[in-house]
C-alpha cells in the first residue's frame, strides 16, 4: 500500500509517505505550518514524491488531519488532498484517489501512543488529546487504548481550561477501570498550566503528525473511511466564517497540477 498524509492542524507542518505498517515509513519532513502551510505544502508534496520516485497514480489514499486546529491549515490540507486526488484521474482511476480524512485528536493521541510504545513503557488505559484552540480554548478528546487501537470516548469537543477537568473526569469515570492509566498529550501544559493545574494523568507533550496518519490509516480504510474527493471536508468543531469559494478552488487547482 502506498499513501500520502498530510497534516496541517498546527504552527507544525508534516508530510510523510509510507504503507501504513509500523516499519513502513518511507518519507517525511516536518516544518513550519500556520499560515505558511498554504505556500508550502504543494512542494514538498512535490518533493516527497521526487525523492521517492512515487508518482500520484502510484498511490492508494491521500490522508490528511481533518482537525479540529487551525481554520488555514484544515482548509489548505483538505483542499490539497481534493486537488491531488483529482489530478490522478485516468483511465485507470477515472474517479481519482481515495481521501482519508482523520481526526486530528485521534492522530495526535496515536503519536502519543507510539512515542510510549518505542520508549518501552506499557499503553495506558486511556489518552487525552488536548490541542489548544487559541482564544483560551481547548479542543478535547479521550481515546482508549484497546488491542484492535484506539477507541474514542466522545467526538472531539471545544473546552474552557477551567471546565476540562470535570469533562475528562466524567469521561474517566463512566469508561475506565479504577486505578487505570490516563496519558494526557497535547501541546497546551505551557499556556494552560493553571487550568490543567488539578487534571490528574501522567503528561506527554505532542503533536499530531502525519507519520502518526499513516500508521492510523490501515484500519480507517479497512473500515470504509476514505471518501471520493468531492466529499472531503474538515472537521472544524468550532464555528467559523466558511473559506470563500475561489480560495478553494485555488489550491484544489494547483494541487490537481502537481505532477
Not at 154 to 175: E, G, I, K, S
Request: hydrophobic fraction near 45%; include cysteine.
Amino acid at each position: 500500500m502506498r499513501l500520502l498524509a498530510l497534516e496541517t492542524s498546527t504552527d507544525t507542518l508534516s508530510v510523510a509517505l509510507g504503507s501504513g505498517a509500523p516499519d513502513g515509513l518511507v518519507w517525511q519532513h516536518s516544518g513550519p505550518g500556520g499560515a505558511m502551510a498554504s505556500t508550502t505544502l504543494l512542494p514538498l508534496v512535490k518533493q516527497a514524491l521526487d525523492a521517492t520516485g512515487w508518482s500520484l497514480a502510484s498511490l492508494d489514499a491521500v490522508v490528511f488531519g481533518r482537525g479540529p486546529g487551525s481554520f488555514t491549515g484544515l482548509r489548505t490540507a483538505c483542499a490539497v488532498a481534493q486537488g491531488l486526488a483529482y489530478g490522478a484521474q485516468g483511465t485507470e482511476r477515472p474517479a481519482g484517489l481515495p481521501v482519508l480524512p482523520v481526526d486530528t485528536l485521534l492522530a495526535l493521541a496515536e503519536e502519543a501512543r507510539w512515542t510510549r510504545e518505542q520508549q518501552g513503557h506499557p499503553a495506558p488505559g486511556a489518552i487525552s488529546a488536548l490541542l489548544d484552540a487559541r482564544m483560551g480554548e481547548l479542543y478535547v478528546a479521550t481515546y482508549t487504548c484497546t488491542p484492535s487501537g484506539l477507541a474514542p470516548l466522545a467526538p472531539p469537543r471545544l473546552c474552557a481550561p477551567a471546565d476540562v477537568q470535570a469533562h475528562l473526569h466524567t469521561q474517566w469515570q463512566q469508561h475506565l477501570p479504577a486505578g487505570g492509566e490516563v496519558l494526557l498529550t497535547g501541546n497546551v501544559f505551557d499556556t494552560c498550566a493553571s487550568g490543567l493545574a488539578g487534571v490528574p494523568g501522567t503528561r506527554q507533550p505532542a503533536l499530531p503528525g502525519a507519520a502518526a496518519l499513516l500508521r492510523l490509516a490501515p484500519a480507517l480504510l479497512a473500515q470504509g473511511a476514505a471518501v471520493a474527493a468531492r466529499d472531503a471536508m474538515p472537521l472544524y468543531v468550532r464555528d467559523k466564517v466558511a473559506q470563500t469559494t475561489d480560495e478553494r478552488e485555488r489550491l484544489r487547482v494547483n494541487a490537481a497540477a502537481t505532477p
